[in-house]
């Protein structure tokens, strides 16, 4: 193999991991809103969540309540 091919399969094999990491997380997001629209519908149980998930789950969730914080802190100083 020349060392021109080799160096193209490298970059392609760099792109298809960038672009998988890409998809993985943007999985994950997706995977929260599940949880978090299955809980507004009224689940109970998330004792099939996985533990990392549920930790992910809990960071946006935070996230999500300091955004609004946020917003409510900028509406009222105006």
Do not use: H
């Not at 970059?11 to 809980?39: Q, T, Y």
């Amino acid at each position: 193999m020349a060392a021109d091919e080799k160096t193209i399969l490298e970059g392609k094999i760099a792109n298809g991991r960038a672009r998988l990491e890409k998809l993985r997380r943007k999985n994950r997001e997706i995977e929260i809103k599940i949880i978090m629209c299955d809980i507004i519908d009224g689940r109970k149980n998330l004792d099939d969540v996985p533990t990392d998930l549920m930790n992910e789950f809990y960071m946006a969730v935070e996230k999500r309540i300091q955004e609004l914080r946020y917003m409510d802190s900028s509406s009222k100083s105006t």
